[in-house]
Each structure stands twice: as C-alpha cells, then as structure tokens.
C-alpha cells in the first residue's frame, strides 16, 4: 500500500468513527483533520467533500454486505434455513455499527446519499434475502402469512436500536447474547411445523460463530 492510499484509508477511518460518535451533520472536515493532525488542506486532497466521504464509508459497507450474501447464497450445501440465518447473522454483525441515530441523520442531513443507500440495499441486498425468504415459503420451511418487508424492516431496526453497547447493559447482555435473541425470535417466528420439526436445530448453528 502506498503512503496515498494509507493516508486515504486513515481519513476514512477516522471519518467513519466520527460519524459513528457525533453523527454525519454534527461532524466537521476540520474535526476530521484535527482528529488525524493533518490540515483541511491536506483532507480534500483525497475527499473533495464530507458528502463524499460518507458515500465512500457507507458504500463500502454495502458492497462488503452484498459480497457476503452472495456468497451464502450461492452455497448449495446449504438449506433455506442455514442460508437465512447465516444471512442475518451476517448482515447483523455488519449493521450493528451503525446506530439508528446516524441513519436518521443521514436520511434528514444528506438525502440523496440515504436515496442511494435506499436504493443500494433493496436492489442489491435485501432483494437476495426476501428471496430465500420466499423459497423457504414455496417450500414449506416458512409461514407464508408474514409480510416479508415488514420482516427485514423489524430486524434492521432491532439490531441498529439495541446492539449499541448503552442498551445492551441496561438488561446485563453481551453483544453475541443481544445478537442471539434477536435472530432466534426472527427464525423461530417464521419456521413453519415442517420447518420447525426439521430444521430447527440446524437454523441456529450459524449463530454459534457470533460467540
């Protein structure tokens, strides 16, 4: 890696923890640079706006998310609800860095980068997991009388609001413990008897990696 690229890759990271911390309009460029010891000069340089520093944060979080699903989709060793719950978990793990509070801030502050995102997750993300969903309906695995959008809404919305670790001491839980009760309310409510009598067990292994 060159010296550019290192520089690059520290701007972002300390763009990202700061967002993360005070949230995308409460963030400054020059406490960005301040927080690296480089000048403002220096900053755009590498990232002519913050609005583009965000879109590079939050889309490489998308494309790692996206490469991820894939590749559990693409597993064909793998059941309906292996696959679902290795998603979750995935995607969980992921999102759960990203409070509820940034996102609420990036869809009032920087609304055309949250249309992007939108846009991003539903077409390229959330599209392959109401997918397997949907299969796992056709094949008896899953209740079919659940609104699967409403679903994948419930369970981003759970993660990003409680796996925070102010939340998760109030009821004395680690984050795997946080973690694993939310994909397990999630798989357990849409197994159908079949599913549920066959896969049960299976649908939880997944979550044995978070631990």
């Known amino acids: 890696m060159t010296e550019a690229e290192k520089t690059r890759t520290r701007i972002l990271e300390a763009a990202r923890g700061q967002f993360i911390q005070f949230g995308f309009s409460q963030t400054t460029v020059d406490e960005i640079a301040s927080s690296l010891g480089i000048s403002k000069a220096t900053l755009y340089k590498y990232f002519s706006s913050k609005e583009q520093l965000l879109r590079e944060i939050v889309f490489g979080l998308l494309r790692s998310i996206e490469a991820g699903v894939d590749a559990i989709t693409q597993d064909e060793r793998k059941d309906f609800v292996e696959k679902l719950g290795e998603m979750l978990s995935f995607i969980g793990m992921k999102l759960a860095g990203i409070s509820g509070l940034l996102t609420i801030d990036i869809q ?9 995102i939108d ?26 009388d659940f609104n699967q959008d409403l679903l994948v809404l419930m369970y981003i919305t759970l993660i990003q609001s409680i796996m925070n670790p102010a939340t998760l001491v109030q009821f004395s839980l680690s984050f795997s413990e946080g973690f694993e009760i939310i994909i397990r309310i999630v798989l357990e409510g849409i197994l159908a008897e079949k599913g549920r009598a066959r896969y049960l067990s299976p649908a939880l292994r997944p979550l044995e990696k978070t631990r």
Request: aromatic letters at 8%; proline letters at 6%.
């Open 108 to 116: 009032r502050n920087a609304p055309e980068i949250w249309r992007e």
């Open 119 to 144: 846009e991003f997750r539903r077409e390229r993300i959330l599209s392959k997991l109401k997918r397997i969903i949907q299969e796992g309906v056709e094949n008896g695995v899953f209740r079919p």
